[in-house]
């Protein structure tokens, strides 16, 4: 849901900073976004949604990075945009829910779909509307028990937003995309598996250890061709055969320049394990 582009959706709480609502550490190579408003179940606010753009262009761009994990603090994964303080009523230029959309929500889920390096969503608990496309946005998705994913829109009288029309169909086919957007109903984490929106599904006092594994696993794995491979899968979705095949064959010149492809050859060939270095 767009923020008020006049009047926006200002909170009643005191002021706190994005830093210290939407966590950030690296550690063994994985940067860690960690949403912290668990009063708010992590709804997202502008100066938040900032900060993760920037965070996840920062991963992209630190050799020092190989794998991200989003994830939240509380009952919440997040809830979606925090329209708090604000209806969306007052003064409007025409375009202006469109600018502040494309600004905004979309730009947050193609910071996770564009980040050079896999994202993993560790889902701790209620995703609903923006929150539920930050989630199915990552590569790999692991929910917790107590997981919940809710298209909340049709609830409000809205259209999705946030690139859910967009991802949806594509992760489980139209018909089932429509059903969870017409109706607005929770997806509790095991449907979500058995539809196929998300990986696995842990124990609650799994979610974090599993993650942290999963994201340690891709850390010492060969990061260009994670990324080329990345790129390739989101583009096949939208692109015919010959040019699926062409981006294929120019990823693969691209990578065998790397040295963790040529780490990869000569490990072959020489029967160890690889020892890859993200270069």
Same mark, same amino acid.
């Given at each position: ?82 329209? +708090? ?5 007052? $003064? &409007?230029? !025409?375009?202006?829910?469109? /600018?502040? #959309?494309?600004?905004?929500? =979309? ?101 974090? +250890? ?5 994201? $340690? &696993?891709? !850390?010492?794995?060969?990061? /260009?061709? #994670?990324?080329?491979?990345? =790129? ?48």
């Amino acid at each position: 849901m767009p923020d008020s582009p006049r009047t926006g959706a200002k909170s009643s709480e005191p002021e706190i900073s994005a830093e210290s609502l939407v966590q950030h550490a690296t550690d063994n190579q994985v940067c860690r976004i960690t949403l912290n408003r668990p009063e708010a179940l992590n709804a997202i606010t502008p100066d938040q949604r900032e900060r993760i753009v920037r965070l996840l262009g920062d991963a992209s761009a630190d050799p020092a990075v190989r794998a991200v994990v989003i994830t939240g603090t509380g009952r919440g994964f997040c809830a979606g945009a925090d329209l +708090r303080g604000g209806s969306g009523a007052g $003064e &409007r230029v !025409a375009g202006d829910v469109a /600018r502040v #959309l494309r600004m905004g929500a =979309q730009r947050l889920i193609a910071a996770v779909l564009d980040c050079e390096k896999p994202v993993i969503a560790a889902v701790n608990g209620t995703a609903a509307g923006l929150g539920a496309h930050l989630a199915l946005a990552c590569d790999l998705v692991l929910a917790a028990e107590s997981a919940r994913f809710i298209e909340v829109f049709v609830r409000r009288g809205l259209v999705p937003d946030g690139g859910g029309a967009y991802l949806l169909p594509r992760l489980i086919g139209p018909h089932r995309a429509k059903e969870l957007m017409f109706f607005g109903d929770a997806l509790s984490p095991a449907d979500a598996e058995r539809l196929g929106l998300v990986n696995r599904v842990v124990p609650d006092a799994d979610l974090d +250890r599993t993650a942290r594994e999963w994201a $340690e &696993r891709l !850390a010492t794995g060969p990061t /260009r061709a #994670l990324a080329l491979t990345k =790129q390739l899968v989101n583009a096949s979705l939208d692109t015919d055969r010959a040019t699926a095949f062409a981006a294929e064959a120019a990823a693969q010149e691209i990578n065998m320049t790397s040295e963790d492809a040529q780490e990869g050859v000569r490990s072959f060939v020489e029967r160890r394990i690889p020892e890859y270095k993200g270069r």
